[in-house]
């Protein structure tokens, strides 16, 4: 830093350029050259100005370029702030990859924008400011089976409730029991509800394009929205836990496999829209009954576990999905476990044929289609709809929900789809492990609450809900 700035301090005070060298020498800037009045900066070589700029950091970078003509041309070009993103200490994995694709694909809100060539060039030193000063949103990602809540600006949800036990009383009517739920999200906090937006990710549910299904989604909406403004909170933005999947891969199109507490989704969504008219396939078959089946097996074995969270525990540190399920049962994939209290438990076979439920529901004896098969129907019926000019949109599957981090998985389906798939539809599929584990939708909702232009075009606010502004359905 020291020889930097010597450096510097020699070439401003001793150097005497002519105006064309320092053109020349300012020649990767993207600021215009002007003819007059050069300061004593412009005679410092651009790379030079540029390697301070990443020294000093972004708050000093900012205040260099009101100094003169050379340092707002330096501080100003997309590099620096491209060097800063990918510096920043965060604790977020690829935040630079996703602090682009979200300023690119999600700014404006819904509908999203939609590029035929190039995408625009934005201004990252303008977007950093702004979101430096975005107010942040609660998340709240109400799964089915577990709840996920936490505030936007932190690294990862603080906190987590079983869903199904706490909320599941579906007697009571719908308003009470939201209001229930979210009562207690925000008590377990310790946020007063007046202080934040919230950006809610709701459980795609009444899956059919139907009259009826629309309504109950709509009514499902007015509630939520309801109750959280009888509450105070500001503003509301809620989207389906599968978009929002979608956009945390950085991706607005393509189709979501959300592996969920009871039922699997494969969600076809195209411009983060979910496209119900070529239909949301749903398989009888979740998390809850992986756990079952492998505390079934376990039984055969007389290992007993008193309780199903650590049959649970068992699944998430030692099952997988094999490639070639024939070929795993005649290896050796013994494995130990020590469960807390309980000691160690040793399992073999169950390891991999918990997951392969996913692909044989039969196995478990439940009368369902396979995971590749509900996937391979999807994208025939996207293939057939012909909604774009090619197949590209539906080529990337992204796997959602924490039984989607079983290792093994991705790979398998990718390599059933291409058995079962005719090759002009199979070329190109990719299938995604889940980004973020179970708690994918959870930071695909901290993309939008950290966007630059949060929470204007995403959130509604009570006096547009209260005048009946029309409630955009983005799930
Ligand atoms: N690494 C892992 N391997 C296997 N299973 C896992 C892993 N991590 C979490 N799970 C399982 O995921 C289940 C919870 O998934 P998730 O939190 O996605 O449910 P949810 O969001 O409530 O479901 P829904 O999509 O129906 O709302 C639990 O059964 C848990 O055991």
């Not at 919230?198 to 709509?218: F, Q």
Request: proline residues 5%; charged residues 20%; glycine residues 8%.
């Amino acid at each position: 830093m020291t020889t930097l700035i010597r450096r510097v301090w020699e070439l401003v005070s001793n150097r005497t350029v002519s105006s064309s060298e320092s053109t020349s020498s300012s020649s990767s800037s993207s600021c215009p050259s002007e003819t007059a009045g050069f300061g004593a900066f412009d005679r410092v070589p651009t790379d030079l100005l540029m390697q301070i700029a990443r020294l000093v950091g972004p708050k000093e970078a900012v205040k260099l370029s009101v100094v003169c003509r050379a340092w707002r041309c330096v501080v100003s070009e997309n590099e620096l702030w491209i060097f800063f993103l990918k510096n920043q200490k965060q604790e977020e994995e690829n935040y630079w990859e996703s602090f682009a694709f979200s300023e690119t694909h999600l700014r404006f809100g819904y509908p999203l924008q939609t590029f035929s060539g190039e995408s625009p060039q934005l201004s990252y030193m303008g977007i950093y400011g702004q979101r430096v000063q975005v107010p942040g949103s609660v998340i709240i990602d109400g799964g089915s089976g577990y709840c996920k809540f936490g505030w936007s600006k932190y690294a990862c949800p603080s906190g987590r409730s079983a869903t199904f036990l706490e909320f599941g009383n579906v007697e009571s009517p719908l308003y009470s029991r939201l209001r229930h739920f979210f009562v207690t999200i925000y008590s377990r906090m310790q946020v007063k509800p007046s202080s934040q937006p919230v950006v809610l990710s709701i459980p795609i549910c009444h899956y059919d394009d139907t009259e009826s299904a629309k309504a109950s989604r709509r009514q499902l909406k007015e509630a939520i929205y309801k109750v959280l403004f009888d509450m105070n909170v500001p503003a509301v933005c809620a989207i389906n836990q599968a978009t929002l999947a979608l956009y945390a891969a950085r991706r607005t199109s393509g189709i979501v496999v959300n592996i969920g507490f009871q039922v699997t989704s494969i969600v076809p969504i195209l411009n983060g829209k979910v496209i119900r008219k070529v239909g949301v396939e749903v398989m009888g078959l979740g998390a809850l009954k992986l756990t079952g089946f492998l505390r079934e097996l376990l039984q055969r074995n007389n290992i007993n576990f008193d309780s199903l969270y650590t049959v649970r525990t068992v699944k998430e540190k030692l099952c997988y999905v094999a490639e070639d399920y024939e070929a795993e049962l005649s290896k050796n994939t013994q494995a130990s476990f020590g469960a807390g209290g309980q000691g160690w438990f040793t399992i073999s076979k169950e390891r991999f044929q918990t997951g392969e439920i996913l692909f044989q529901p039969k196995l478990a004896g439940v009368r369902t289609m396979g995971l590749h098969q509900a996937v391979a129907l999807c994208m025939e019926h996207c293939h057939s709809a012909e909604l774009t000019g090619d197949d590209a949109w539906f080529k990337t599957v992204v796997l959602s929900g924490g039984t989607a981090c079983l290792p093994g998985l991705a790979g398998r389906l990718e390599k059933e789809l291409h058995g079962l798939l005719p090759p002009s539809v199979s070329n190109g599929i990719k299938v995604v492990p889940p980004p973020y584990g179970a708690d994918s939708a959870w930071f695909g909702a901290k993309m939008i609450s950290n966007l630059s232009t949060f929470p204007g075009p995403w959130c509604m606010t009570k006096k547009q809900f209260r005048q009946k502004s029309k409630i955009k359905l983005m799930w």
